[in-house]
């Protein structure tokens, strides 16, 4: 694996905090209306709706009707993105991996010259992406049971009841409909890898429930370093909160020399022009690289 000496450095527009400033902790979310009580979402779909971004691989969860399940002719834009991606023999970063159906696609894709490090802070998620990984014979797939933020914190999680997939440790999380479920440990990503001596990322997913401005705060040296393309899933508990989820994160990537392109609609997402990005998921690229066709 690739030894990385680099010191995090926050770029700290993208939070409003200065390198110093402590952990925020998480408060209780207003009740402007009723979506706030579910918390941060995205375009939520239960895994039956993920098509066969996992066929042929076994899950371990019982409660995965159908395992893995495939709609023929049924796919989204992020799958039609992914699938364009030329990742043979590259690093993955898989940050939110859940029970593993990204992180199985992944290791596919890589191949065995590649690599898939799933990131996964849920201790009950952990275990079926542990032993989703086990049952299937995955080699190329390194689970890491931790979350991903600005700065080091231990933090609660908070779930919606039956809805495993929608764990977040974002402040707007705290919600009477919300179950806490864990305490866990949040690392900034410029801290953890050369800690860990992982492997330089070419591809990172996030999907962390309204984290998304917060993992890439903690990631700005990894992601000036290696310059690896991003796939982001933007969260938030009403549209207001997912619009200023987006330009938080259009603000940093864009100052790191990303080109931004909105998944769903194909537009490019600026500062200033991010509101597009509110619904969906951002691809970003460093700007000399063309933007790949999605089909």
Not at 227 to 256: C, F, N
């Given at each position: 694996?690739?030894?990385?000496?680099?010191?995090?450095?926050?770029?700290?527009?993208?939070?409003?905090?200065?390198?110093?400033?402590?952990?925020?902790?998480?408060?209780?979310?207003?009740?402007?209306?009723?979506?706030?009580?579910?918390?941060?979402?995205?375009?939520?779909?239960?895994?039956?709706?993920?098509?066969?971004?996992?066929?042929?691989?076994?899950?371990?969860?019982?409660?995965?009707?159908?395992?893995?399940?495939?709609?023929?002719?049924?796919?989204?834009?992020e799958e039609r993105l992914l699938a364009a991606l030329p990742l043979r023999g590259k690093v993955v970063y898989d940050i939110g991996a859940h029970a593993g159906a990204y992180s199985l696609f992944f290791s596919r894709r890589v191949g065995p010259a590649g690599a898939v490090v799933a990131f996964e802070p849920s201790p009950k998620t952990f275990a079926l992406l542990r032993r989703?990984?086990?049952?299937?014979?995955?080699?190329?797939?390194?689970?890491?049971?931790?979350?991903?933020?600005?700065?080091?914190?231990?933090?609660?999680?908070?779930?919606?009841?039956?809805?495993?997939?929608?764990?977040?440790?974002?402040?707007?999380?705290?919600?009477?409909?919300?179950?806490?479920?864990?305490?866990?440990?949040?690392?900034?990503?410029?801290?953890?890898?050369?800690?860990?001596?992982?492997?330089?990322?070419?591809?990172?997913?996030?999907?962390?429930?309204?984290?998304?401005?917060?993992?890439?705060?903690?990631?700005?040296?990894?992601?000036?370093?290696?310059?690896?393309?991003?796939?982001?899933?933007?969260?938030?508990?009403?549209?207001?909160?997912?619009?200023?989820?987006?330009?938080?994160?259009?603000?940093?990537?864009?100052?790191?020399?990303?080109?931004?392109?909105?998944?769903?609609?194909?537009?490019?997402?600026?500062?200033?022009?991010?509101?597009?990005?509110?619904?969906?998921?951002?691809?970003?690229?460093?700007?000399?690289?063309?933007?790949?066709?999605?089909?």
């Open positions: 694996m690739n030894q990385r000496n680099g010191k995090s450095q926050p770029i700290d527009e993208a939070t409003g905090q200065g390198p110093s400033s402590p952990p925020a902790e998480p408060r209780p979310s207003r009740l402007g209306g009723w979506r706030n009580l579910f918390g941060p979402l995205g375009r939520y779909r239960p895994g039956w709706l993920r098509r066969d971004l996992a066929a042929g691989f076994r899950n371990c969860d019982p409660l995965a009707v159908p395992q893995w399940a495939h709609l023929p002719e049924v796919s989204s834009s989703n990984i086990e049952i299937n014979g995955v080699a190329n797939v390194h689970p890491l049971e931790c979350a991903l933020g600005r700065e080091s914190a231990r933090r609660a999680l908070y779930v919606l009841p039956g809805m495993p997939s929608t764990a977040s440790l974002a402040p707007e999380a705290r919600t009477p409909f919300r179950l806490r479920s864990a305490v866990v440990a949040i690392e900034p990503l410029d801290t953890l890898a050369p800690r860990l001596d992982l492997p330089s990322p070419d591809f990172i997913k996030i999907d962390v429930e309204g984290m998304e401005a917060e993992v890439l705060a903690g990631a700005t040296d990894t992601l000036r370093r290696w310059r690896p393309d991003v796939l982001v899933e933007i969260h938030g508990a009403t549209p207001h909160a997912r619009k200023a989820q987006a330009e938080r994160v259009a603000v940093l990537l864009a100052r790191l020399g990303y080109g931004l392109t909105h998944v769903e609609s194909r537009r490019a997402v600026t500062p200033g022009r991010a509101a597009v990005a509110a619904v969906g998921h951002v691809f970003a690229r460093v700007s000399r690289r063309p933007i790949p066709q999605i089909a």
